[in-house]
């Protein structure tokens, strides 16, 4: 008997392999953390876009694409960059391709809740522009130039 190398856990509650899990943002925010949990190291966390997942998910699909091409992937995106992990790149991997499914449709979730472009409402003004940084006019109650 086989155990599963990954698990859900529920609709809200994100995905898990072993030191790897994915979750979506709380509260209607956009995007996913990917908290990884190296030997002796603290966790970290890595903010994914929906559009980041979206692309490592086609990558981990890929047979051509090592773990190690998916690692740098990840490793790439927080402003420090994770230090290489061979046991983590394959259990990220694992959890990519057994999950893709649901991650997928999260990623679409999200997509489909963006809001639309702010639109005044009924009744209300739009905002007028904004005056330009640099302008010649000059108001009577400024100082002279010298």
């Known amino acids: 008997m086989t155990g599963r190398r990954t698990f859900a856990h ?4 994100g995905w898990s392999a072993i030191s790897v899990h ?3 943002a709380s509260g209607g925010k956009e995007g996913f953390y990917l908290t990884l949990f190296s030997d ?3 966790p970290s966390v890595v903010f994914l876009r929906p559009a980041q997942l979206a692309h490592l998910i086609d990558l981990a699909a890929q047979t051509q694409v090592t773990d190690q091409q998916i690692w ?3 490793a790439r ?7 290489p992990s061979r046991s983590l790149s394959s259990k990220l991997r694992a959890l990519l391709v057994d999950q893709a499914t649901p991650i997928r ?4 979730a999200q997509a489909e809740r963006q809001p639309p472009a702010s639109e ?4 209300e003004a739009p905002a007028p522009p904004s005056p330009p940084e640099h302008s010649d006019d000059r108001d009577e109650r ?5």
Do not use: C, H, N, T
């Open 10 to 13: 529920g609709p809200e509650g």
């Open 22 to 24: 994915l979750e979506a």
């Open 40 to 42: 002796g190291r603290a």
């Open 72 to 74: 740098e992937s990840v």
């Open 77 to 83: 995106i927080p402003l420090e960059p994770l230090l």
């Open 105 to 108: 449709e999260q990623v679409r």
């Open 120 to 123: 005044p409402l009924e009744g």
């Open 142 to 146: 400024d100082p002279p130039l010298s």
